[in-house]
């Protein structure tokens, strides 16, 4: 199949030949262009309109939904407890100082899904799963893998013999899910704007 490309004033227009048979596809601004007699009586010719839309030009797919907020932060906050008591955290004891962690987690892994990608990405796995090579999408990404490795590194100090009030869980885990949570976003808007090409994960345009 030949394929042939015209373009007029951001309109698309344009024509395939195949077995002899020339179609042509428009947008439907250009009707009145096709309701000329003499074009319409070509018996080659069929019209058939679509709506243009430039590949360059990347659809604003950013959408808010309380709702869906919600059940993120909920979805997020239940992983988090069940991953905390998979990691070590007491099962039976301590249980609103694990719910208290879990909270703090979910929420600060939603705020970079929603502030970047809005509420398409109900949980995490979406979000890195099905993700595709969209600065937004590797921003949230990075903040979020921030988030959780600050939550998992707070853990090294509890078994210390220091003896502090801050070793106690998960008083160390919240404080450094915070401190990484807060450099992930400073690097988003700082090295990341400056030098994007040091994203993780982000594929040039070229390639």
Excluded at 31 to 49: G, H, K, Q, R, W
Aim: aromatic share 14%; net charge neutral.
């Amino acid at each position: 199949m030949k394929r042939t490309e015209y373009t007029l004033d951001s309109i698309g227009l344009f024509s395939v030949t195949n077995n002899n048979v020339n179609i042509c596809v428009c947008n439907i601004t250009l009707l009145p262009l096709f309701l000329n007699p003499t074009f319409i009586s070509e018996p080659d010719v069929y019209v058939i309109l679509l709506p243009f839309t430039d590949s360059k030009m990347k659809p604003n797919r950013w959408e808010f939904s309380a709702t869906k907020a919600i059940k993120m932060v909920l979805l997020h906050t239940s992983t988090a407890y069940i991953a905390a008591l998979a990691f070590g955290a007491p099962f039976f004891s301590l249980i609103r100082e694990t719910l208290i962690f879990s909270s703090l987690l979910g929420i600060l892994s939603t705020l970079p899904c929603i502030w970047f990608c809005g509420t398409r990405h109900l949980h995490l796995l979406d979000l890195y799963i099905t993700a595709k090579n969209n600065k937004n999408e590797r921003l949230a990404e990075f903040v979020v893998a921030m988030t959780i490795f600050g939550a998992w590194i707070g853990s090294v100090v509890i078994p210390l013999d220091w003896e502090r009030w801050w070793q106690e869980w998960p008083i160390s885990n919240c404080i450094s899910l915070c401190a990484f949570s807060m450099v992930g976003w400073v690097c988003c808007y700082t090295i990341f704007k400056w030098f994007p090409h040091w994203l993780p994960f982000l594929q040039s345009e070229k390639d």
